[in-house]
């Protein structure tokens, strides 16, 4: 994953974003685990997750060059 961003709504139409991380390409295959606290002081009623991948597959992956997917697994509110 390239990057990801979280946001926060009362209303679903104004998010606040209260996360933002950006990623190196890796030079291996790598699972990468994003772990955000959620432990800001406002109120949300919208949880907004936008990911980005990089586009292309790397060159030391079997299947280089073509387009790169983005798995994710869970998604946990507590």
């Given at each position: 994953m390239q990057?990801?961003?979280q946001s926060i709504s009362e209303d679903g139409k104004n998010y606040k974003?209260?996360?933002t991380k950006s990623f190196v390409?890796?030079?291996s295959e790598s699972e990468q685990l994003i772990k955000v606290n959620?432990?800001?002081?406002?109120k949300a009623r919208?949880?907004?997750v936008k990911a980005v991948n990089f586009g292309k597959i790397p060159e030391w992956h079997?299947?280089?060059n073509e387009p790169a997917w983005l798995?994710?697994?869970e998604i946990i509110a507590r």
């Open positions: 990057k990801i961003k974003s209260i996360f390409k890796p030079d959620f432990n800001h002081s406002c919208y949880v907004q079997p299947g280089r798995f994710v697994d």
